[in-house]
């Protein structure tokens, strides 16, 4: 069956950097658009990125650009995420999803476990 497996997360100080992997399998991932989704305590989910079929990428939170960035390596059915310059209001869990079309829409169908990271001293 059609699933995605996060990883990557973790304890990092802020300022700090990770980089999130996202590994599809019981699928062909390369031909959905991806995203990545993260829930803080207490918020609720929020959209971050997503990067399309074609690899255009779309972000939905200002917060985060300029510090994540977005990308896939259609050989490995794998979406990654690196996060750089991170701050204690990124802890979340962060989910990956894949779109329900090639193109970013904001509708997932299959959705990762998620991976925990938390910035913190």
């Known amino acids: 069956q059609a699933q995605l497996v996060e990883s990557g997360g973790g304890l990092v100080q802020p300022g700090g950097s990770l980089r999130l992997s996202c590994v599809a399998s019981g699928f062909i991932l390369d031909i959905y658009a991806a995203g990545w989704v993260r829930q803080a305590p207490g918020k609720e989910r929020e959209t971050i990125l997503c990067?399309?079929?074609?690899?255009?990428?779309?972000y939905y939170s200002d917060s985060v650009k300029g510090r994540f960035t977005i990308s896939r390596d259609n050989t490995k059915e794998s979406v990654y995420l690196q996060m750089t310059s991170l701050k204690p209001e990124d802890t979340a869990v962060y989910y990956c999803?894949?779109?329900?079309?090639?193109?970013?829409?904001?509708?997932?169908?299959?959705w990762g476990q998620g991976t925990q990271v938390t910035v913190s001293l």
């Open positions: 990067i399309s079929s074609s690899d255009a990428v779309t």
């Open positions: 999803a894949a779109d329900v079309g090639a193109d970013c829409s904001g509708q997932y169908d299959v």
